[in-house]
């Protein structure tokens, strides 16, 4: 059974840095497409930066508020995905979720078109929160 546990979180002042980190396991071989999500408090979750890792591409997507503030990352070694976040916004707090995509859908697509309903497998989410 796959297991996925978000950590990292915490709080920050503006202009701060974290690093969450997702501990894949359960599985024989690292997932080819996992993301980041979010869900601040009366919002809906909306994907943050995805990552497609193959023997031959290696693509990650972002979505445009987080660009050059945030850098997802894979350890396949250790079966971890990262998102560091530099210059953290009052608007970046929100529970962070990783996620692994659903095997029933073709994994390079769904990293870049960021969707949501595509991915399976959620970690329990770890808060974090920007103070001004």
């Known amino acids: 059974q796959v297991q996925l546990v978000d950590s990292g979180g915490g709080s920050v002042q503006t202009g701060g840095s974290l690093r969450l980190s997702c501990a894949v396991s359960?599985?024989?071989?690292?997932?080819?497409?996992m993301g980041w999500f979010r869900r601040a408090p009366g919002k809906e979750r909306e994907a943050v930066a995805t990552?497609?890792?193959?023997?031959?591409?290696?693509?990650?997507y972002y979505i445009d508020s987080v660009k050059g503030r945030f850098t997802i990352s894979q350890d396949n070694a250790s079966n971890t995905v990262f998102l560091q976040m530099n210059n953290l916004q009052p608007e970046d707090t929100a529970m962070y979720y990783c996620?692994?995509?659903?095997?029933?859908?073709?994994?390079?697509?769904?990293?870049?078109?960021?969707?949501?309903?595509?991915?399976?497998?959620w970690g329990q989410g770890t808060q974090v929160t920007v103070s001004s």
């Open positions: 359960g599985v024989t071989e690292s997932r080819t497409c």
């Open positions: 990552i497609y890792r193959s023997s031959s591409r290696l693509s990650e």
């Open positions: 996620a692994s995509a659903d095997k029933e859908w073709e994994p390079f697509a769904t990293c870049a078109r960021m969707s949501v309903r595509h991915f399976a497998d």
